[in-house]
């Protein structure tokens, strides 16, 4: 995956520390949203998800945070790796009609070994 | 590795002319969906089929279409390219069509893309 947007949003972390990486959406329709991952020349990767139902779930390494008050999402990675460099995307799909997802922005992860 | 495959990797071509992306879902699903990956505009929706018919449509283009055969591979057609067409463009599959037809956790997948230049 090439940068997405001239202006994308980028964070740096030390290896081994914890990363965040935050999304807000606006839609209070929407009742899934995922986080996919983007490196370099590759689609996106499907990372973990979460429903509206839900405000927190886990998975390996990552944790992903729900706040429907203020429509507010989060990825937490843990001990972050140099393979973790990527764009991150979160996405969003809505409770009626088609099923497309539709992507925020997009944040930048670098990793410093 | 994703499951979903499109061809070809690379494109380059004149303005004015067609092109043909091809894609291949996941084993056991239904749906394919298209998305444009460009610098100043994210990725956005094209337009998904689900069984061979067209389900939803979001940003295409008219000058954009799309079609999936019976084997459940798809083909976004793109003609009278212009250089603002020049862009990646991703195929994603997944189970179900429409939300009232599937989980909602029906998760989409995608392939590795297709990097399109327009000259």
């Known amino acids: 995956g090439e940068s997405v947007g001239l202006h994308l949003p980028t964070l740096s972390v030390q290896e081994g520390d914890n990363s965040i990486i935050n999304c807000a959406y606006s839609n209070s329709a929407s009742d899934y949203f995922i986080w996919y991952k983007q490196e370099s020349g590759k689609g996106p990767q499907f990372i973990i998800d979460i429903r509206s139902n839900m405000d927190k779930r886990q998975g390996q390494r990552v944790t992903v945070l729900l706040n429907k008050t203020v429509k507010h999402l989060s990825l937490q990675i843990a001990a972050t790796q140099p393979g973790d460099s990527a764009v991150y995307f979160c996405?969003?799909?809505?409770?009626?009609?088609?099923?497309?997802?539709?992507f925020g922005t997009g944040t930048r992860l670098t990793v410093i070994p | 590795d994703s499951g979903v495959t499109q061809t070809p990797k690379h494109l380059i071509t004149a303005t004015g002319q067609r092109v043909t992306l091809r894609c291949s879902p996941r084993s056991g699903d239904l749906s394919v969906y298209w998305y444009q990956q460009s610098l100043d505009q994210g990725l956005q929706f094209l337009i998904q089929y689900y069984n061979g018919e067209e389900r939803a449509k979001g940003n295409i283009l008219e000058r954009f279409s799309a079609q999936q055969f019976p084997d459940l591979h798809s083909e976004l057609n793109l003609s009278s390219l212009e250089l603002g067409d020049s862009a990646l463009y991703f195929c994603a599959s997944s189970v179900a069509g429409l939300r009232s037809e599937g989980p909602i956790t029906d998760t989409q997948y995608f392939g590795p893309g297709t990097r399109l230049t327009v000259l």
């Open positions: 996405a969003e799909t809505r409770q009626t009609g088609a099923n497309n997802l539709f």
